[in-house]
T-cell receptor, first 112, second 109 residues
């Protein structure tokens, strides 16, 4: 069974640009969550989607947004990139809400 | 304010002995707790979970204990094996997962 797939694996952008990251959940999983991992802050929750609806949102500015499609695939978008947005962005999926989440290997975003 | 704390950044244990990883939380609304293991350059891998209505859950070599009155969670690994060397994160759920900062477990031969 294929795991959670995130594309691209690595991305380099400059300040002020915007970026879109993609996540394909495990087949049959309907919940998708996004996390940001940095050395200083650890893993921080960005948002959770279920059946194309955002259920929860973490404490991040409005520059961070996401969506989920009818096939459960999800994208997250970051606009007006800042140096501090350099991080590993992880996507996780689960069958339903409040079930164990299974993570992809992440997208490493570097801002120059 | 850290709602989930792992106070030991690292832990070294001899192969074959018990590894005990600890986690404290402050938010009494958390209703579901999980442990994840992470190797470098990979995403976290789910290990074991426990609902707030239970105080113990076992899966093979892994046992998670929950003490709600103390707001404390622990993961026991018995016996510890070299492949267990990794960073372990505890996480708690109410609206999205809140993670601790991790404990680096090193299994010594």
């Amino acid at each position: 069974k294929a795991g959670v797939t995130q594309t691209p694996r690595y991305l380099i952008k400059t300040r002020g640009q915007q970026v879109t990251l993609s996540c394909s959940p495990i087949s049959g999983h309907r919940s998708v969550s996004w996390y940001q991992q940095t050395p200083g802050q650890g893993l921080q929750f960005l948002f959770e989607y279920f059946s194309e609806t955002q259920r929860n949102k973490g404490n991040f500015p409005g520059r961070f947004s996401g969506r989920q499609f009818s096939n459960s695939r999800s994208e997250m978008n970051v606009s007006t990139l800042e140096l501090g947005d350099s991080a590993l962005y992880l996507c996780a999926s689960s069958l339903e809400i409040n079930q164990p989440q299974h993570f992809g290997d992440g997208t490493r975003l570097s801002i120059l | 304010d850290q709602q989930v704390k792992q106070n030991s950044p690292s832990l070294s244990v001899q192969e074959g002995r018990i590894s005990i990883l600890n986690c404290d939380y402050t938010n009494s609304m958390f209703d579901y707790f999980l442990w994840y293991k992470k190797y470098p350059a990979e995403g976290p891998t789910f290990l074991i979970s426990i609902s707030s209505i239970k105080d113990k859950n076992e899966d093979g070599r892994f046992t998670v204990f929950l003490n709600k009155s103390a707001k404390h969670l622990s993961l026991h690994i018995v016996p510890s094996q070299p492949g267990d060397s990794a960073v372990y994160f505890c996480a708690a759920s109410v609206d999205g997962l809140t993670f601790g900062k991790g404990t680096h477990l090193i299994i010594q031969p």
